[in-house]
């Protein structure tokens, strides 16, 4: 069984169109690509987890770094040339924090995160999975494809594949580039193959539940700000 | 390997018959994916020990030493034609990061010891090398293969990512990049003989001839251009537009 889904996630993640189309005709797809999801999650999560507690291992203590970093700006002359001035005072230890939470949590190695992202990696992944996987069948289906959705669940779930490259952040400091981008053509390849779709037609119904979803998200973002901005508005009137 | 050393040769030497041949292969974008990780790891590896070993060697305070003595060096060109107030902030603010320097290696401890710190960041560096190259690599070839089949290019992804990673073989000449000046020279000289055979390696995999394969692989950066042309434009008619209304 394991071989068989090793088999599945390598042809993937080399683009063997035969492989979709094995995924295609298979009863069991949707099991089989949420087993495969939910795996390639956990797997990348627990390797993940190491390379952090290792990052950790040899990360200077950040409370320390934080206060070097206050004292010798504090040496700087345009400092000095304030230090009398209270409202600068005020302004600058009030800049210098906010700074800190944005910029020092680029130093911090979140263990605690690394953890729960045993858990919340695989969910997220299926989660991505099928809210793309639905709108790309639909969009498929607008533009001809023949596929169901369970055959288009199941050949765009073989696009988790690229992810298995992340299992190299079990060395610390690594980082993976193009999986992303690599995803999406394994996703193009499970639209084509699932529709039979021509490459073109392919094309357009990768992109578009993509472009759909970040249309989406404007338009929320916006409604959510219009909204705010109500309620701040009415309050203080 | 002996695969790979021969296709490594085909492709420095432009031979049609090795860019055929792999376009052909069953498993062309694992041969090609293969051939990126390979050169990848060895640049990385040579560039990685090289970091290692100076950063091992060298005390921590006369690697500041080295960084300040470069700034003087470096700085002391530009210095001359700023004015001095800012001449003098930028000097206080670089003293000032390599002070931070100074007292971080002093005052601040990891649970393990420096030097396994060290070595943890170049291996990550080491390995992190090949999958910088395959993120750039992989979203430019999707880029261009949409190109090629708009100026006809019968090729699949897998074929065009396959053969154009031949591209990545004259940029073993990257991991003599720390030798000063030459490592530089050597890099150019890759630069511009991976661009030629990225452009065969185009042209054979999309069956297209080598002035299509050259207009795909610019199309992107044209592209790019008169998008970053127009957003320009548009924000420029939104600004006057902005400023007239007042």
């Known amino acids: ?237 | 390997m002996i695969e790979l050393l021969g296709m490594a040769r085909g492709a420095l030497t432009l031979n049609a018959q090795t860019f055929n041949t792999l376009k052909q292969s069953p498993n062309v974008f694992r041969q090609g994916l293969a051939l990126v990780l390979v050169v990848g790891l060895i640049v990385g590896g040579v560039l990685g020990v090289v970091a290692l070993v100076g950063e091992i060697l060298t005390p921590p305070a006369q690697q500041i030493a080295q960084a300040r003595e470069g700034f003087r060096q470096t700085f002391g060109y530009f210095s001359s034609a700023m004015p001095p107030e800012i001449s003098r902030q930028i000097t206080e603010s670089f003293e000032m990061g390599l002070r931070i320097g100074e007292r971080v290696t002093r005052e601040t401890r990891s649970p393990l010891p420096e030097p396994i710190g060290v070595i943890f960041r170049q291996s990550g560096a080491i390995v992190s090398y090949p999958f910088g190259w395959l993120g750039g690599f992989i979203f430019f070839g999707a880029l261009v293969h949409i190109f090629a089949k708009l100026l006809g290019g019968r090729g699949t992804i897998a074929q065009m990512l396959g053969v154009t990673s031949l591209t990545v073989v004259p940029h073993l000449l990257d991991a003599f990049g720390f030798i000063a000046c030459l490592g530089g020279l050597l890099s150019f000289i890759a630069w511009v003989w991976g661009v030629v055979i990225y452009i065969k390696g185009v042209a054979v995999a999309q069956e297209i001839s080598v002035g299509k394969a050259i207009l795909a692989v610019l199309l992107p950066f044209i592209v790019a251009f008169i998008f970053a042309l127009l957003l320009l434009v548009s924000v420029g008619v939104l600004i006057a537009v902005a400023s007239g209304g007042k």
Request: glycine share 10%.
């Open chain 1, 1 to 237: 069984m394991l071989r068989e889904y090793f088999g599945l996630g390598l042809g993937a993640l080399f683009l063997k169109e035969e492989v979709f189309e094995k995924m295609r005709q298979d009863s069991g797809r949707v099991t089989k690509g949420l087993i495969l999801i939910l795996f390639v999650g956990v797997i990348v999560a627990l390797v993940a987890l190491i390379g952090n507690v290792l990052e950790w291992a040899t990360t200077p203590d950040l409370n320390n770094l934080q206060n070097i970093i206050l004292n010798e700006l504090k040496q700087m002359s345009w400092y000095r040339q304030n230090a009398n001035n209270p409202e600068f005072l005020r302004g600058f230890e009030q800049g210098y924090t906010q700074w800190w939470q944005f910029f020092g949590g680029t130093f911090k190695v979140d263990v605690l995160g690394a953890v729960t992202n045993v858990i919340v990696n695989p969910l997220a992944l299926a989660l991505r999975w099928l809210l793309y996987g639905v709108v790309a069948s639909i969009v498929a289906r607008m533009l001809g494809g023949k596929g169901t959705l369970s055959q288009t669940l199941g050949c765009t779930a073989l696009a988790v594949a690229p992810e298995i490259l992340n299992v190299v952040t079990v060395v610390p400091y690594a980082q993976v580039g193009g999986v992303a981008i690599w995803g999406s053509i394994c996703a193009y390849l499970g639209i084509k193959v699932a529709n039979e779709l021509s490459p073109w037609r392919a094309f357009w119904a990768t992109l578009l539940p993509a472009i759909a979803v970040v249309f989406v998200a404007i338009l929320v973002g916006c409604c959510v700000s219009v909204a705010i901005g109500a309620v701040l508005s009415g309050g203080a009137r």
